[in-house]
């Protein structure tokens, strides 16, 4: 019979504090505990080793488990509000990580910091990031695209006010809505003679516009179009003729050093089995379509 713990006459105090160091520690006859460090002080070398090879084991597990997506907002596709983060390509990264069996975390980030994340190894995915040469160096794009080509770059004018655009040489004398940092095409990103406004977020252009304080805005069509949707200016704006198409496919970016060849194999067989069986297409129509109220016929997403 071993006398009275002497945590029983502390109350409930007495039992958590007890179970803290029943956790920490043991309990021996007489109620007395030792202290943790000195177990672990005591301790067999081997068993002190095996404890730490058991906790990196733990720990390489949880990580091998968690797909961290460097997250830039990049509007309509990737979203973030008070309610959490939304958007097409989320949703497809989200899928991806389900199929995969792998739990996905979030890591807000600038496009430089997205990148510098994930040539370190400290994020493991990117979606909507234009596949180079440079990149090339630390990502791995998965084979199979989620579309198979980017949007054309297209000129928004007013309705059945400003003269169409036909030709580059129309954009002579224009006053351009672009959005700072945005590149477009060559030679356009590099022609100093036209007359450029940039402002921080592209829906100001087509505030501009609407007001005709710009005579045209240049965007990514799938960009434009959910700007038009949202702001409501069907009946106010068009698109000129001319545009740049980009046949350049699109593919989620993944991290040549923190991402395995197995788990590339588990990625690739997922985005595979999303284009196969339709689950890609549906994301897209309920995501961006449906959601953002952009007509179907008034851009193709492919």
Request: hydrophobic share 40%; glycine share 6%.
């Amino acid at each position: 019979m071993y006398p009275p713990s002497p945590w029983q006459h502390m109350g409930r105090r007495g039992l958590t504090l007890r179970k803290r160091h029943v956790l920490l520690g043991r309990t021996f006859p007489g109620g007395s505990l030792r202290h943790p460090l000195r177990l672990f002080r005591h301790s067999h070398p081997r068993a002190l080793l095996a404890t730490a090879v058991l906790a990196l084991a733990c720990q390489s597990a949880m990580a091998a488990d968690t797909l961290v997506f460097a997250f830039e907002e990049l509007l309509p596709w990737k979203t973030r509000t008070q309610g959490g983060y939304g958007g097409a390509y989320t949703e497809i990264v989200r899928e991806l990580a389900r199929r995969a069996e792998m739990t996905l975390e979030f890591r807000n980030c600038p496009l430089k910091r997205c990148l510098y994340m994930l040539e370190q190894g400290h994020a493991d995915v990117a979606i909507g990031l234009r596949d180079t040469p440079e990149r090339r160096r630390y990502l791995n794009f998965l084979k199979t695209p989620y579309r198979e080509h980017s949007s054309d770059k297209v000129f928004y004018i007013l309705r059945d006010q400003s003269p169409d655009i036909r030709s580059y040489e129309d954009l002579a004398k224009l006053r351009i809505g672009v959005t700072s940092g945005a590149t477009y095409f060559d030679p356009f990103d590099r022609d100093t003679a036209l007359a450029k406004e940039d402002v921080p977020q592209t829906e100001s252009n087509f505030r501009k516009l609407a007001l005709g304080r710009l005579d045209a805005v240049v965007v990514p069509e799938d960009q434009g179009e959910a700007h038009v949707a949202r702001l409501a200016l069907r009946n106010k704006v068009t698109k000129a003729a001319y545009r740049v198409p980009d046949p350049s496919p699109r593919s989620v970016a993944v991290s040549k050093k923190s991402v395995d060849a197995a788990t590339l194999d588990k990625l690739e067989r997922a985005m595979e089995g999303m284009v196969r069986d339709g689950t890609l297409a549906a994301l897209i129509k309920r995501h961006y379509y449906e959601a953002l109220n952009v007509p179907l016929d008034s851009v193709r997403i492919r």
